[in-house]
C-alpha cells in the first residue's frame, strides 16, 4: 500500500513557509503562525492541510491582498529547471496557490501576477480556474499571451487550466457546454516543442471528447492532416478514452474503423478459479481470415463484479496489430486480482470479451473464489 501524500507534507511545511516569509517581512509572527496552522493538522489529508495554511497565512499577512501577494511572491525560492521528477518538492507552494484562489478573487491583475510565477514553481491550474468562470473574457486573453510564454510551465498553465474535466477540481462547465475557447487556446499549442504541454494538450482535448466526440473527432482529422510524430502521438493521446468507449469515430481516426474478419482460437483460462489477491492469465491466438492485410485494435473487457453483484466493464489495452493474409497472432494477458485502492474485487463469475475494432465478442469466463490460501488455513 503507497503511503498517503499527506505524510510527505508534513508538520515541517509551515515551519517552512515561515521562515522563507520572515526573510523577506521581518514583522511576520513566525510562533504563532506555526501554531495556528499545525491546529489539528495530523488529522487533516493533504488538501485541507493546504488550505488551512492558506487561512491562517490571510490571518497574520497584511490585510490588503496586493501587500499579502507581494510578501508571499518575494518568499519565493527559485523556478522550476526542467519539466519533470520534481516529487513532492514543489507542493511546498500548494498554500500559496489556495491563498490566491480563496482571496484573490476580487484582484484579477495581482492574481495573475502570482499565478504567473506560482505556476512556475508549482502549478496554478487549480487557482487559474475561478479567475475563468468570473472573468472568462479576461481570463482566457491572458492565457492567450502565456501561450507564447518561454517557459514550458506558463504554457501548460494554458491547457491544463482551461480542461473541462481537470481531475480533483470542479468541473468548467462553461467549457463543457462550448469548448470552442479552449479549442483555439489548444490550436496554439498542438506543436509546442515539449512533450509535458503536448501531453496537456493531449489531456485537454481527452477531456473535451467526454462532452463532444464529434468535436474531438473533427479536430483529430484536421490535426492529422500532414502531422509530425509528435503531433500523431499527441492525437493519439486525446482519442484513447474514445478508442475504450469504442466510439465509430476515433476508431475511423485511427484506421481501426472497419469490421475485422479475423477467428479467436486456443483460448486458454487459466486458473478458471482464481483466489481474490491472484491472479489470472488469458490467452488466445488470432488469425487473419481475410485474403487482405488489415489493421486491428484488440482490446480485453473484464466484466468485474461488484458489490452490489452487479457488473462493471473494464477495458484493458492489448494490441493494435497490421495484419499480413493469413497471419496468426498470439496474445496474452495477465490481470491482477489483488484488491487496490481503485477496485475492490467480488468472488463470483467474471465475463470476458475481447474488443476488436470496437467490437465485442464473448472469450469465455473465470469464477473468482474467496478462498483463504492453504497455509492459513491450516494454521
Not at 526573510?23 to 493533504?46: C, Q, T
Not at 507581494?70 to 518568499?75: C, E, F, G, N, R
Not at 482535448?205 to 482529422?221: E, R, S, W
Request: net charge positive.
Amino acid at each position: 500500500m503507497p503511503e498517503p501524500l499527506k505524510n510527505q507534507f508534513g508538520v515541517d511545511v509551515p515551519v517552512r513557509i515561515a521562515t522563507m516569509i520572515s526573510a523577506v517581512h521581518r514583522r511576520f509572527p513566525v510562533d504563532a503562525f506555526v501554531a495556528n496552522a499545525l491546529a489539528g493538522y495530523e488529522a487533516l489529508e493533504l488538501l485541507p492541510r493546504a488550505q488551512q495554511i492558506a487561512t491562517v497565512l490571510h490571518e497574520h499577512l497584511p490585510r490588503s491582498y496586493e501587500k499579502a501577494a507581494d510578501i508571499l511572491l518575494a518568499s519565493l525560492g527559485p523556478k522550476l529547471e526542467g519539466t519533470e521528477n520534481h516529487g513532492m518538492v514543489p507542493f511546498i507552494y500548494m498554500p500559496h496557490v489556495c491563498f490566491v484562489r480563496q482571496y484573490g478573487l476580487d484582484h484579477f491583475e495581482a492574481s495573475m501576477i502570482a499565478n504567473y510565477e506560482l505556476t512556475q514553481r508549482f502549478t496554478a491550474e487549480f487557482s487559474i480556474r475561478p479567475f475563468l468562470e468570473r472573468y472568462p473574457e479576461q481570463t482566457l486573453a491572458q492565457l492567450e499571451t502565456w501561450v507564447e510564454d518561454s517557459n514550458p510551465h506558463v504554457r501548460r498553465l494554458v491547457s491544463e487550466g482551461t480542461r473541462p474535466r481537470l481531475p480533483w477540481a470542479p468541473r468548467l462547465k462553461q467549457f463543457q457546454k462550448n469548448p470552442r475557447p479552449v479549442l483555439t487556446l489548444l490550436e496554439l499549442l498542438k506543436d509546442d516543442s515539449v512533450l509535458y504541454v503536448r501531453r496537456s494538450v493531449a489531456n485537454n482535448l481527452n477531456d473535451i471528447g467526454k462532452d463532444h466526440p464529434d468535436q474531438l473527432v473533427k479536430t483529430a482529422h484536421r490535426w492529422l492532416k500532414g502531422a509530425s510524430a509528435d503531433r500523431q502521438w499527441l492525437v493519439k493521446h486525446a482519442l484513447r478514452s474514445a478508442i475504450k468507449r469504442a466510439d465509430p469515430g476515433a476508431l475511423d481516426v485511427m484506421g481501426f474503423g472497419k469490421v475485422a474478419r479475423v477467428s479467436l482460437e486456443n483460448i486458454n483460462i487459466r486458473p478458471k478459479c482464481p483466489n481474490i489477491g491472484g491472479s489470472v492469465v488469458i490467452a488466445f491466438e488470432i488469425s487473419n481470415t481475410s485474403a487482405q492485410r488489415q489493421s486491428v485494435l484488440v482490446d480485453l473487457c473484464v466484466h468485474f463484479i461488484k458489490s452490489s453483484g452487479k457488473t462493471s466493464p473494464k477495458v484493458f489495452k492489448l494490441k493494435a496489430i497490421e495484419f499480413a493474409p493469413g497471419e496468426t497472432v498470439k496474445l496474452s494477458k495477465t490481470l491482477s486480482l489483488a484488491n487496490m485502492t481503485t477496485r475492490k474485487h467480488y468472488a463470483g463469475c467474471h465475463a470476458i470479451e475481447v474488443v476488436l475494432n470496437g467490437r465485442a465478442q464473448a472469450l469465455g469466463v473465470f469464477k473468482l473464489m474467496n478462498k483463504k490460501p492453504t497455509s492459513e488455513m491450516s494454521g
